[in-house]
């Protein structure tokens, strides 16, 4: 077991976080869905105050894209999954995450009316299980938002409610590790939107080096 897994992403989030009421805090993000889709790495993460002292280790993201059609068959397919749990409007953006942490898993979120980059997270299925009755819904937000730096490569970030993990920072492919230096635009930018934040805390443990992809 890895000292960092993405569970603390999704479901302390989910079951600790603000919920629905917060829309991103209305910040209109610089999202462009064309340039989000694909691989990142992740690079360090902003902690809340409830993170725990350990190591954060580095793993794989692909982001896609997908429909509404598709999201609500598999939600119908779920467990007590009522049928308004995803609007008929389908409207909007509706991506696939899939974490490639130890127990590589997929999350549905959907894009938020009117607040750019803000999706309310969905569904998440553990890729292991064939049994789509396994899936597990959700409520929280979170938000994407490309940092573009001058002289270096973009961050994405995706900005959480919870009281885990207020920010995950993602990198396309990371030759090196970052330093506090470097992440200072990013550190920076979610002080500004949220007030004082914990320092990041670099990712140390490659997840690469332990999956194939």
């Known amino acids: 077991m890895t000292p960092f ?30 340039d989000v889709i694909g691989e990142w790495q992740v690079v360090a993460i902003i902690p809340e105050k409830l993170f725990p002292e350990k190591q954060v280790t580095c793993y794989k ?31 909007g953006i509706i991506v696939r995450q899939r974490y490639h942490t130890e127990n590589p898993f997929d999350v549905w979120s959907k894009s938020i ?7 309310q997270q ?3 299925l553990d890729i292991s299980k064939k049994d ?21 490569e973009p961050f994405l970030m995706q ?19 970052v330093t506090q230096d470097e992440l200072k635009p990013v550190f920076e930018l979610i002080t500004k939107l949220r007030g004082a934040q914990r320092l990041p805390k670099i990712c140390e443990n490659p997840l690469r080096d332990i999956l194939v992809f």
């Open 61 to 91: 993201v692909e982001i896609s894209e997908t429909d509404g059609a598709s999201l609500r068959w598999l939600i119908n397919k779920t467990i007590d999954s009522p049928k308004e749990f995803l609007p008929n409007d389908t409207n």
């Open 159 to 177: 900005m959480l409610w919870g009281r885990m993990i207020a920010l995950v920072i993602y990198r396309r492919k990371p030759v090196i590790e």
């Open 5 to 34: 897994l993405i569970l603390f992403v999704i479901t302390l989030v989910n079951s600790e976080g603000t919920g629905n009421d917060t829309k991103c805090d209305g910040f209109q993000a610089n999202f462009n869905l064309k």
């Open 132 to 152: 789509i009755h396994k899936a597990l819904r959700h409520d929280a937000m979170m938000q994407l938002h490309l940092l573009e730096v001058k002289g270096s």
């Open 113 to 119: 009316q009117g607040v750019n980059g803000c999706f």
């Open 122 to 124: 969905v569904l998440s």
